[in-house]
């Protein structure tokens, strides 16, 4: 049997993520993979890409990394040239590659802002410049920007990170205006996120007298995952991912002064543990860190696997078919009861 011809004759595509060693980026390469994608991964961290390389294999599909920095465009569409060389076409961009520092603003650094803008923020302007490069001459693709609940309503101790997740939602917006405009075939969509159990709290950069954590309700990575392989699949304009989210951007809009007070008496405890951090904190702000860390944070034990408002959201179309459906034979047997009642072909309604 002819294994590489078998796997491209039923291979759906050809997918590019960033910030692919771990995390987010990490659960998204399998669920890519266990769709029918093969895989082009990005990230800074050489175990963790080799990690996430064997994983795709061992799901059935070929992948390629190289490791790159995003925040170096140039760098990010060599690496682009190469996974097309050695995959196909890209078929979709997943910009989910981040970084942050836990900090109050009047404790931050310049370049703390500079280099969380760079990564979080310009990384997805690049990563989608060189997606655009490749797909607008086709007039086919898409490109996912992964966004978060702190895309719209930012919290304290994390402004460098919500100022990037701010402007990559303005961004996001006069990119499909563009694209609308142009009649352009490729097609974008944004994917706002609750906190998750993920690498990052473990990572990122802190200040903070204790351990970070993910703030409210914690949501697995495999949760954003499914939703960003649909968001790349269904051509949403957005898709939320989680009641949190629903309620922090909607919340936002309706009453952002309300937001003000409850996170400033809220948002710092919410934000730690109570377990003292290391002075010595090791963080990735400038430079991975070694090993292979896989997907999960250490949170699993508050985790969860599902989200039924994603659930409800990813099945609108089937549910209103179904509503309509019942709403027909309820309107239907309602007549009929009428034509019964009053003896006539037309009853009087």
Not at 21 to 50: I, K, M, N, T, W
Request: overall charge neutral.
């Amino acid at each position: 049997m002819d294994t590489d011809k078998d796997m491209h004759q039923h291979r759906k595509g050809v997918v590019v993520i960033t910030g692919a060693s771990a995390g987010l980026g990490r659960a998204c390469a399998r669920a890519f993979a266990q769709a029918g994608y093969d895989v082009g991964l990005l990230a800074r961290g050489l175990d963790g890409l080799e990690g996430a390389k064997r994983e795709v294999a061992q799901i059935g599909r070929k992948a390629v990394y190289v490791q790159v920095d995003v925040a170096d465009a140039q760098a990010i569409d060599q690496a682009a040239t190469k996974i097309e060389a050695e995959l196909g076409e890209i078929d979709v961009w997943v910009n989910n590659a981040m970084n942050s520092v836990f900090s109050p603003v009047k404790e931050m650094e310049p370049d703390d802002y500079k280099r969380v803008t760079e990564v979080t923020y310009l990384g997805q302007v690049y990563g989608t410049l060189s997606a655009l490069k490749r797909m607008l001459p086709r007039d086919r693709g898409t490109i996912v920007l992964v966004g978060s609940a702190l895309a719209y309503r930012g919290i304290p101790l994390q402004s460098a990170y919500c100022g990037s997740k701010h402007a990559i939602q303005g961004f996001f917006d006069s990119l499909r205006s563009e694209l609308l405009h142009d009649q352009s075939k490729v097609t974008v969509t944004m994917v706002q996120l609750p906190a998750m159990n993920t690498t990052q709290f473990s990572f990122v950069k802190s200040r903070l007298p204790n351990k970070p954590r993910p703030m409210g309700k914690i949501y697995q990575p495999e949760v954003a995952a499914r939703a960003i392989v649909f968001a790349a699949e269904n051509n949403r304009r957005e898709l939320y991912v989680g009641y949190p989210t629903v309620q922090a951007i909607v919340g936002d809009k309706i009453a952002p002064e309300l937001g003000d007070y409850v996170l400033a008496k809220n948002g710092y405890k919410g934000q730690q543990t109570d377990q003292p951090e290391a002075p010595d904190r090791r963080h990735n702000l400038w430079e991975p860190l070694p090993g292979d860390h896989g997907a999960h944070g250490s949170f699993d034990s508050e985790a969860t696997y599902s989200s039924p408002q994603l659930w409800l959201s990813m099945h609108r179309n089937k549910i209103m078919a179904g509503a309509l459906a019942v709403g027909g034979l309820l309107l239907g047997s309602t007549l009929a009861q009428k034509w019964m009642q009053n003896g006539k072909a037309y009853p009087e309604l």
